[in-house]
Nanobody, 121 residues
């Protein structure tokens, strides 16, 4: 079965940077996405990248600040987060994704444990 392991979270001051890693098992022929869920809020897509890494998508709230990248040889996807804001505080998850009619859809029902990102003032 698929396995998704997130790491790299931690406590960082507003304006700082953090880089998250997602290591996955199984086929790399899939888009990958980063999601986050803050307390009291629903999970939202933060960024997505196509299987070959040629195209990326970002939520409006993180455009210009976050960068998603991947290395299929390493079965790893990263999320570089710069200029972090308090509202970026959340548990971050990765998942396989696909595009259907322009929408990004998570493909695995099995989510990892996620990694906590806490931004302090």
């Amino acid at each position: 079965q698929v396995q998704l392991v997130e790491s790299g979270g931690g406590l960082v001051q507003a304006g700082g940077s953090l880089r998250l890693s997602c290591t996955f098992s199984g086929s790399t022929f899939s888009g990958m996405g980063w999601y986050r869920q803050a307390p009291g809020k629903q999970r939202e897509l933060v960024a997505a990248i196509t299987s070959g890494g040629g195209t990326t998508n970002y939520a409006d709230s993180v455009k210009g600040r976050f960068t998603i990248s991947r290395d299929n040889a390493k079965n790893t996807v990263w999320l570089q987060m710069n200029t972090l804001k308090l509202e970026d505080t959340a548990v971050y998850y990765c998942n396989f994704v696909s595009w259907r009619f322009g929408s990004v859809i998570p493909q695995s029902a099995y989510w990892g444990q996620g990694t906590q990102v806490t931004v302090s003032s």
